[in-house]
Nanobody, 123 residues
Framework: QVQLVESGGGSVQAGGSLRLSCAAS????????MGWFRQAPGKERERVAA????????YYADSVKGRFTISQDNAKNTLYLQMNSLKPEDTAVYYC????????????????WGQGTQVTVSS
């Protein structure tokens, strides 16, 4: 199994930046895809970004393209989400996720989930 723990959330003004981190532990060698999801109150969880482990391929939701960047630090077993030019619409609980199966990393179910970190963007 894989355990994921998010950190780096907080409250910022519109136009500001945050970097979320996701520390992975356990049987991380099985991970093929990693990604970030978010869920705002009263709304369904949505996909934000995904990355193929050990590769250079990344995927982004249209709403965050050009503003968010997903990356990995293999030495630290950590996934990151750099969020720039934040908007109030970005306010949500952000979840880190991973899966052992292959395929298109921006689609399909994920096996492992963190507990989430709150991001609040005020105007």
């Amino acid at each position: 199994q894989v355990q994921l723990v998010e950190s780096g959330g907080g409250s910022v003004q519109a136009g500001g930046s945050l970097r979320l981190s996701c520390a992975a532990s356990g049987y991380i060698y099985s991970v093929y895809c990693m990604g970030w999801f978010r869920q705002a109150p009263g709304k369904e969880r949505e996909r934000v970004a995904a990355i193929v482990t050990g590769g250079i391929v990344t995927y982004y939701a249209d709403s965050v393209k050009g503003r968010f960047t997903i990356s990995q630090d293999n030495a630290k077993n950590t996934l990151y989400l750099q969020m720039n030019s934040l908007k109030p619409e970005d306010t949500a609980v952000y979840y880190c996720a991973a899966r052992s199966s292959g395929g298109y990393c921006y689609a399909g179910d994920y096996n492992y989930w963190g507990q989430g970190t709150q991001v609040t963007v005020s105007s």
